[in-house]
């Protein structure tokens, strides 16, 4: 195989043939139990094949007096040709040197998977367990809606409703994920996250991981919640600045 002239080329020999981690770890976030495959086989597994393509990973923690204050810069760089993909993590300050620890591995476990695109064994698993979880929220929500207006429509006959347009943000055809992120909703956060300056992929799915409070490797997988919070905080920032 002829040596990588980029970094381009580098990942695109990398991911023809990715190499699969094993979530041989346990963790806890909140209430849940997770696993998950730590720092060292990320290093051992994802690092050593890149280097082979001459592609190294370098990552910096940084206290800095602009927000966010504290961040890990990183960068993904074929040495040859000096291409590289750089960016910022934010993490957050803490006065337990133990969890900044925490925090700083998982971000240098996180960014690499991000940058490179390898999923663990089980990672379409754990997407339909989560989006099962939502959408079974979303039919009891709705089935206590239903009973609550049938309870109140008991004593009157119901009455023809005219068929209308669809309201601002509905797919007139009903389709879409249940409780997921709308196409307008899309549109605005994509929106706002250019406004921010955010305009590097791994930046911006960061800044969202970070604030909704676990790993995202795509808009699409935020509800409409997550993504009205973003938003939102977008929104805010954009205010206070």
Excluded: C, W
């Excluded at 979530?23 to 094949?49: F, H, I, M, P």
């Excluded at 698993?125 to 309870?151: P, T």
């Excluded at 879409?176 to 605005?188: D, H, L, M, V």
């Amino acid at each position: 195989m002829a040596e990588p002239k980029s970094l381009d080329e580098a990942l695109l020999a990398f991911q023809a043939n990715p190499p699969t981690l094993v979530k041989d770890k346990s963790g806890q976030v909140g209430n849940q139990r997770t696993r998950y495959a730590d720092l060292v086989q990320v290093n051992a597994v994802v690092l050593s094949a890149l280097n082979k393509l001459g592609v190294i990973y370098k990552t910096r923690p940084i206290v800095r007096d602009v927000e966010p204050r504290f961040v890990l810069a990183y960068e993904l760089r074929h040495v040859a040709s000096g291409t590289s993909e750089a960016g910022e993590y934010p993490l957050k300050l803490s006065e337990n040197p133990m969890q900044m620890g925490s925090a700083i591995t998982y971000a240098r476990r996180y960014v690499l998977l991000a940058l490179t695109g390898v999923a663990a064994e089980d990672e379409d698993d754990d997407g339909q367990s989560a989006s099962g979880r939502y959408a079974q929220r979303a039919d009891r929500r709705r089935q206590a809606g239903n009973a609550a207006e049938a309870g109140a429509t008991t004593q009157r006959a119901p009455r023809p409703r005219p068929a209308g347009p669809a309201l601002p943000g509905e797919n007139p055809n009903g389709a879409g994920r249940t409780g997921g992120i709308s196409e307008p909703q899309q549109r605005k956060l994509h929106a706002s996250l250019r406004d921010a300056g955010k305009t590097d992929r791994a930046t911006a799915l960061a800044f969202i991981s970070e604030l909704i409070g676990r790993p995202v490797g795509s808009t699409t997988e935020l509800t409409g919640s997550e993504a009205s919070q973003v938003i939102d905080r977008l929104a805010g920032d954009q205010a206070n600045a």
